[in-house]
């Protein structure tokens, strides 16, 4: 397989450059990480770790937004599936427990991991510093924060009908036009800083927000709005044929690369570290290779795991 997503053969080359960028930014994540040593923790070192309560039930309670394929979604008959449960489901075994998903909006996953009513979230989560300190763009503490375990390459890509009926290439193209995103992600926060670049043009960027990426697509198809948002490997998906069936295409270049992050409560540092390493002995055994070419990803795996890596 090729180092890189993949797109449908016919897609032409000029849209090709979200996954050449990805590709040169997970080498050179690659080349910074290939020294590291296989990880001598045993699974019961490893369990030494994890709070009591978890230890106690055998259960690692995961949330997960089961609406955003490759990463996350629910198969055809019902279960949860894709990159994320796979890698949940290994990390667990490593840890000596049974992954349970719980599904719920993506918007709710970080306060739910936050209050303890969740161990952990695993939905495709970017790690970024706003989110790792709970300070917002303006310098305001808006809520305690989270520690990140970050085990994945990714950026964010533009979507847009198949043959790109408005020639959209850039953000500024978006202006004077409707953006269609899932509300909580990254890319709602690119898309509100793009609403004040496009009032200083003089134009309006209307920006319609979901509760999943599959209400935001749908506008896109409908031709309700000009471009959906989200994570190149989601973006790169919905462009194949047999999923699509050639309705959409990605444009343009990767607005910005970033990590994927497996978000835990502050308050539990041995839960953290125990991931970490355990993500590690998953890299290392080759498990996590397997799941990451299972869902054709192969462009953003990571040589070790990190912890709060933002970019």
């Known amino acids: 397989m090729s180092n890189g997503f993949a797109l449908p053969e016919n897609t032409a080359p000029r849209r090709t450059a979200p996954a050449a960028a990805l ?19 045993t699974t019961a070192a490893l369990r030494a770790r994890l709070p009591k309560a978890i230890l106690s039930s ?6 997960s937004d089961l609406n955003y394929t490759p990463v996350d979604f629910r198969g055809q008959d019902g279960s949860p599936t894709g990159l994320d449960i ?26 739910a991991v936050q209050h303890h009513q969740l161990d952990l979230a695993m939905s495709a989560v970017i790690d970024t510093q706003q989110r790792e300190t709970g300070v917002d763009a303006n310098g305001t503490q808006v809520d305690p924060g989270a520690d990140f375990v970050d085990y994945f390459l990714t950026g964010t890509a533009i979507l847009v009908r198949a043959g790109n009926p408005l020639s959209v290439v850039t953000l ?7 953006v269609a995103l899932q509300r909580g992600t990254v890319q709602a926060d690119i898309a509100a800083g793009q609403v004040n670049v496009c009032r200083q043009a003089g ?9 999943t990426d599959d209400q935001a697509l749908a506008e896109v198809a409908s031709g309700k709005a000009a471009a959906d948002l989200n994570d190149y490997p989601v973006a790169a998906w919905n462009t194949r044929p047999d999923n699509s069936a050639g309705r959409f295409q990605v444009t343009g270049a990767l607005l910005q690369t970033s990590l994927y992050g497996i978000t835990v409560n502050k ?20 498990q996590y290779d397997t799941i990451i070419d299972k869902w054709g990803a192969q ?13």
């Open 172 to 178: 500024d193209d978006l202006c004077g036009h409707t």
């Open 23 to 41: 590709v040169a930014a997970a080498a050179l994540l690659l080349a910074g990480c290939a020294s590291t040593p296989a990880p001598a923790d």
């Open 86 to 111: 796979d890698l949940g489901n290994a990390l667990a075994a490593q840890l000596g427990l049974r992954a349970e998903f719980v599904d719920q909006q993506f918007a709710t996953l970080i306060p």
């Open 267 to 286: 308050a539990d540092t041995g839960l953290r570290d125990a991931l970490s390493k355990a993500l590690d002995h998953l890299i290392i055994g080759g």
């Open 203 to 211: 134009k309006t960027l209307t920006v319609d927000l979901f509760d």
């Open 58 to 63: 055998g259960v690692l309670r995961i949330g």
């Open 299 to 311: 462009g953003g795996r990571l040589a070790a795991s990190e912890v709060d890596g933002s970019f």
